[in-house]
């Protein structure tokens, strides 16, 4: 990470020019970086804010990591476009003389609400654990003892679990769940809009909105599988999450990979059956030229590939699944790739004597660096996360066991009950007969 | 030989030039940056006014075009009240000598690879004539590039002219992906010390484009500077073959290098002039005059032998 520091600072002093980018392929990697991480950030709110809807059991011990992670890469998605700036000094120009006519702006708008959300989404089911953790921990005398208990306490806000508060809280993620949902399908309708928006080949697309939703939901949720998958041998949660977990959250992998294939079908075959001018100049360079092994590999590797793994039970087995949802993550993220260079590489004028490096682009060491420094970032706070708190929601898990007891027990009374009634209509077995004299 | 010519360049010396008959009025000054060697060696018998008030002479060859003063930001906004620029570029005359070019690189202090008008050489398809396409910024009055900048850094005139003000642009690039003909160019690195030596002392305004700053974006001005002077652009003097015109649409009239005016709907009408990419809607303010009954060979399509490895296609589009 302090390398990719040092790769920004020299960036920062020397100029964009330290990149790959040049003037046709003006946004490279750090664009399509940040459109993969706002995907990814997709998974877990919209996940879990999905499975709390539908009121799925399963879901309790995932959704704390969901959550995380969206904020994780909300975060750094975030940044990367600042990274991206030529002058990221006059960044308060957005502020001052902000137009909201601007996607840009309506990317910077959704993306801080979005943020803003789900910090609430991954906070407010905190508290109750936060108390949990203020009451249970042993103050040593070591100062980050006493820090983490400060902290606790603070972030507890006086929750004493009291009736009331239990039900504020209900209300207010149940008010959450439903905000958040638009909130999620509008950053990345509006991050597509920032390439949908002009007139280029290959973005001049009316998919794009919902084609970006639909790669963003396939590669977050299979984001949250690994997280999950993570998780659960690092602390040994296998008691929690378990094989049932992972088979229920690879079909909904699979559903998403499905529905995503399919926008991938609409998006690429509508313009390669009439094959306009511009369109017809990129499409034959993805489908048989420079770009065609990235681009079969992708179509056959990440999209077909998965879903013919994932259709069989066998799939959906925590190994194969994960290596699928590796397979997934890193498609996706080429895809993105995909999606933006390629296009720059086919503008309408032809690209004539320019200096060679203008007309070719492949990300340099720089972009590397700082990208690869982003995504130890993204690691580094999940891990300082999860040193400090629980990384499942305890009172979720145990309100879950509860409610499983509870079921038990209601079936037990009703089989009780039911042997009575039987027992009872064995009594009165000539009562009917009597009736019907 | 770098060494000399660096050293020469140290001893620049600012010089107004001033011809006989304009000291009267002093509205005609041209300035030129000439070496003290040139004064003693020249041989031409131009006599220019240094600042310094003293007479030299110096070759024409070396004179640079002095930018006005700039105007006040809030005017460079608004631009020039009644006008409506346009340019006309006639494919019939360009013979792709790239002549505008030049003179838009020396106005504008560009390096080398920043051609804001560039000049194409274009074949629409296989069996049609290739020709020169000269391609400013279009200024378009649909503009793509102003629409998606979030910081209103580059901006639309009332004289139709699409400017940025680099002191207000965040360099995110989105005008650049925006624009469908590939105008805009990015400033990835400082400028080269000689550029920002030869530009040191003036003052920015988004009518002139200099200095230029790193991480923020530049393009075609149509040299407002110029206009508000009453004279034509760089590229439309510096064109011989008379290829480009300009003028103000309001007025109906255009002129080209060698001072002929012409009227515009006429010009139009007569040569079935076009826009290039219609089709698109950003309504370009340039027009182009199809490249019929040329004079001049045709454009020699083979030595773009890279472009056609690369599997971009030179000459055709849309
Ligand atoms: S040609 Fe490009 S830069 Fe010029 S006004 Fe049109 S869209 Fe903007
Ligand atoms: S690069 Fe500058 S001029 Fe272009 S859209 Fe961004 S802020 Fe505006």
């Known amino acids: 990470m302090s390398w990719a520091l040092f790769c920004y600072i020299h960036q920062l002093r020397n100029g964009l020019g330290v990149t790959a980018m040049r003037n046709y392929v003006s946004w490279g990697l750090y664009i399509s970086t940040f459109v993969f991480f706002i995907g990814i950030s997709h998974s877990g709110t919209l996940v879990s804010a999905i499975l709390r809807i539908s009121k799925q059991e399963w879901r309790r011990p995932i959704t704390r990591s969901a959550e995380l992670l969206t904020f994780v890469s909300l975060l750094f998605g975030g940044i990367m476009p600042i990274i991206d700036l030529g002058r990221p000094d006059r960044i308060a120009n957005l502020v001052i003389f902000g137009r909201v006519q601007s996607p840009l702006m309506w990317d910077i708008i959704s993306i801080c609400t979005y943020f803003c959300g789900s910090t609430m989404f991954l906070f407010l089911p905190m508290i109750p654990d936060m108390a949990l953790c203020r009451d249970r921990s042993i103050v040593t005398n070591t100062r980050f003892e006493k820090f983490k208990k400060w902290l606790y306490t603070k972030m507890a806000l006086g929750w004493t679990g009291t009736k009331s508060q239990w039900h504020r809280l209900e209300n207010t993620m149940n008010i959450m769940t439903i905000v958040i949902i638009p909130v999620a399908v509008s950053v990345h309708t509006v991050v597509s809009y920032i390439f949908a928006m002009t007139l280029r080949p290959g973005w001049n697309s009316t998919v794009f909105g919902p084609y970006f939703v639909a790669g963003a939901l396939y590669s977050g949720s299979a984001g949250v599988i690994l997280g999950m998958a993570a998780f659960r041998k690092l602390y040994h949660l296998e008691k929690y999450i378990t094989l049932k977990h992972f088979d229920l959250m690879g079909r909904l992998v699979l559903a998403l990979t499905l529905i995503y294939a399919y926008l991938n079908l609409n998006e690429y075959w509508i313009p390669a059956y009439k094959m306009a001018t511009g369109e017809g100049h990129l499409l034959k360079d993805l489908f048989y030229g420079d770009y065609s092994k990235i681009f079969w590999t992708l179509q056959f590797g990440s999209v077909l590939l998965p879903i013919a793994i994932m259709s069989f039970p066998k799939g959906r087995t925590p190994l194969l699944l994960n290596i699928t949802c590796v397979i997934i993550v890193i498609g996706a993220w080429v895809k993105r790739y995909i999606i933006v260079v390629p296009t720059l590489l086919h503008p309408f004028m032809p690209i004539q004597e320019v200096p060679n490096d203008w007309s070719h682009y492949f990300p340099n060491w720089v972009e590397f660096s700082i990208t690869a420094g982003c995504l130890a970032g993204i690691f580094l706070v999940i891990t300082l996360f999860a040193k400090m708190f629980p990384m499942m929601a305890v009172w979720e898990v145990e309100e879950g066991v509860q409610i499983e007891h509870d079921r038990l027990v209601a079936i037990e009374i009703r089989k009780k009950r039911e042997a009575e009634e039987e027992a009872k209509l064995f009594d009165h077995s000539e009562v009917p007969q009597e009736a019907i004299n | ?318």
């Open chain 2, 1 to 318: 030989m770098k060494e000399e010519n660096k050293s020469n360049r140290r001893n620049f010396l600012k010089l107004g030039l001033i011809t006989g008959g304009t000291i009267a009025t002093g509205a005609l000054v041209f300035e030129k940056v000439i070496s003290k060697n040139d004064v003693a060696t020249s041989t031409a018998d131009t006599i220019v006014c240094g600042p310094d008030g003293k007479v030299y002479k110096a070759d024409p060859m070396h004179l640079k075009e002095l930018h006005a003063p700039p105007v006040s930001m809030d005017e460079a906004r608004l631009g020039i009240e009644g006008k409506k620029f346009v340019m006309v570029i006639d494919e019939a005359k360009c013979d792709g000598c790239k002549k505008c070019t030049e003179a838009c690189q020396k106005m504008h202090y560009t390096e080398s690879d920043r051609e804001w008008i560039k000049v194409f050489k274009m074949k629409d398809a296989e069996t049609t004539s290739p020709y020169f396409f000269p391609k400013p910024c279009f200024h378009c009055d649909n503009p793509p590039c102003t629409k998606v900048c979030p910081v209103n850094a580059t901006f639309k005139r009332q004289d139709g002219i699409v400017l940025i003000d680099n002191t207000r642009c965040i360099g995110c690039r989105s005008c650049m992906v925006a624009c469908p003909y590939s105008t805009r160019f990015f400033n990835w690195s400082e400028p080269s010390v000689q550029q920002s030596q030869e530009v040191a002392g003036m003052q920015y305004s988004p009518e002139q484009s200099i200095p230029r700053k790193m991480g923020t974006v530049e393009k075609c001005d149509f040299c407002p500077d110029m206009i508000r002077q009453g004279k034509l652009p760089a590229c439309v003097s510096g064109c011989p073959m008379d290829a480009l015109y300009f003028g103000d649409q309001n007025e109906d009239a255009v002129t080209n290098s060698s001072g002929l005016t012409v009227k515009l709907s006429h010009l139009l009408e007569d040569n079935a002039g076009y826009r290039h990419l219609e089709e698109l809607g950003t309504e370009p303010r340039v027009y182009y005059l199809p490249p019929k009954n040329r004079k001049y060979p045709k454009p020699d399509l083979n030595h773009n032998e890279d472009e056609k490895e690369k599997g971009v296609k030179p000459m055709d589009m849309i």
